[in-house]
C-alpha cells in the first residue's frame, strides 16, 4: 500500500504542510503573478548598473547573502570619502517564505543599490515552520557579525565589501517579516561591541507588529495580494515558538512582554508605513512607542497604498499612484541613508 501525504496546513496559494512534515512552497496562486517569485541568478556583470552574486558567509551553517554592487567609480582615496554605505537585506514573506533572490527584491533591491548608490547585503534567512524564530533573527545578527569580522579585516576579505564598502555606515532594512528583524538585530547589536563598524541605522518597511486582539485597521482596511489577515494569522502560528501568541516581543516588541524600548541601545530609525495596510495600526503603537521612549525615529508614510506595495512588480509598473509612491518610498530612504 503506498503512503499517501496528507494536507495539514495551507496559507493561501503559498505554502502546504503535510502530515510527514513536508513542506511545499510551489506557487499555486495566479500565474501571471508567479515571476515576481522566480529566483534571479546572480550576475557579475553589470546589468542596468548593477552586479549581484551569491556569498556563503558561514560554512559550517550554509548560511549565504546576494550581495548588490552599484556601478561606480573604483575608490583611489586614502579615506572612506567614495566609499559606499552598506545595507544589511531582510527578505519578508511572515517568516515562512520567499528568498532572497526572488525578482520582487530584485527589482527593488537593484534600484535601491543604485539610487543610494549603496551596495545592498540580502541574507538567506532561514524559514519556519522549519525553523521557529528566533532562526531568522540569529540568521540576521549572523550576517551583522560577518560585517564586523569584514570591517576587522584580519581573517576576513569578500573583494565588494573590503574595497567599496564603508563600514562606518551599516545600515539594516527589511520588508515586512524583515522589518521586525530590524528591530530585533539592531536591539541585540546594541549589546555587543561592533567596532570598527558603525551600525548607523534601521529601515523596517510595514514591519509586521501585531498582537493577539485584532487592531482597527486590521478590521476596516482592505487585504492585499501581499498581506491577508489569513496569512498574518497562519504565518505567525507557525513561525512563533510553538505555544506562543501574537504578543511575543518577535511580532509585538511594543508589547508589555517585550523588553521595554527605553532600555535598549538603538540607533535611528526610519518607520515606513502604507496608509491603507491591514497593520498599519500597529506599526503606529510601536511609532508612539518608540517616541516615548525617547527614541531617534522618524516616519515615512506612503498615501493610498497597501502593504509591500512596490514588492509588486505588475502595479508599479500599471499603477501610476503606486510608482510614484515607490519612488517616494526610495527618495524617503536615500535621503535617510545620507544624512546618517
Known amino acids: 500500500m503506498v503512503y499517501q501525504r496528507k494536507l495539514v496546513e495551507e496559507v493561501s496559494g503559498w505554502l502546504r504542510i503535510f502530515d510527514d512534515g513536508w513542506v511545499d512552497r510551489t506557487w499555486t496562486g495566479p500565474p501571471e503573478v508567479k515571476f515576481m517569485s522566480e529566483p534571479v541568478p546572480p550576475h557579475e556583470e553589470f546589468i542596468e548598473g548593477v552586479a549581484t552574486r551569491d556569498v556563503t558567509i ?18 583611489h582615496s586614502a579615506d572612506n570619502s567614495n566609499k559606499l554605505p552598506i545595507i544589511i537585506h531582510f527578505h519578508g514573506g511572515g517568516f515562512c517564505i520567499s528568498q532572497a533572490d526572488w525578482y520582487m527584491y530584485y527589482h527593488i533591491y537593484s534600484r535601491l543599490a543604485r539610487s543610494a548608490p549603496a551596495i545592498v547585503v540580502s541574507v538567506y534567512l532561514r524559514l519556519a515552520p522549519e525553523h521557529r524564530l528566533p532562526a531568522a533573527i540569529d540568521d540576521g545578527f549572523s550576517a551583522l557579525m560577518w560585517l564586523r569580522a569584514l570591517a576587522q579585516g584580519e581573517h576576513s576579505y569578500e573583494p ?26 539592531a536591539a541585540r547589536a546594541g549589546q555587543v561591541d561592533l567596532s570598527p563598524m558603525r551600525l548607523a541605522g534601521g529601515i523596517p518597511v510595514h514591519p509586521g507588529f501585531v498582537r493577539s486582539e485584532r487592531s482597527k485597521s486590521e478590521m476596516e482596511q482592505p487585504e492585499s495580494p501581499f498581506l491577508t489577515l489569513d496569512m ?14 501574537k504578543d511575543h516581543p518577535f511580532t509585538c516588541p511594543m508589547g508589555h512582554a517585550a523588553p521595554p524600548l527605553d532600555s535598549l541601545n538603538l540607533p535611528p530609525f526610519l518607520l515606513c508605513v502604507a496608509e491603507t495596510d491591514l497593520i498599519r495600526d500597529t506599526e503606529m503603537e510601536y511609532y508612539d512607542a518608540m517616541n516615548k521612549a525617547n527614541k531617534d525615529v522618524e516616519l515615512l508614510i506612503n498615501p493610498g497604498v497597501g502593504h509591500s506595495f512596490y514588492l509588486n512588480k505588475i502595479a508599479v509598473d500599471m499603477d501610476p499612484h503606486t510608482a510614484a509612491q515607490t519612488s517616494a518610498l526610495l527618495e524617503g530612504i536615500v535621503e535617510f541613508i545620507k544624512k546618517h
Open 58 to 75: 558561514d560554512e559550517n551553517s550554509g548560511l549565504g547573502v546576494r550581495i548588490y554592487l552599484p556601478q561606480n567609480e573604483p575608490d
Open 160 to 185: 565588494w565589501l573590503s574595497n567599496y564598502g564603508d563600514f562606518n555606515r551599516v545600515f539594516l532594512i527589511g520588508d515586512s517579516s524583515g522589518g521586525n528583524l530590524v528591530h530585533h538585530v
Open 232 to 245: 498574518v494569522d497562519r504565518f505567525l502560528k507557525l513561525a512563533l515558538p510553538k505555544g506562543c501568541t
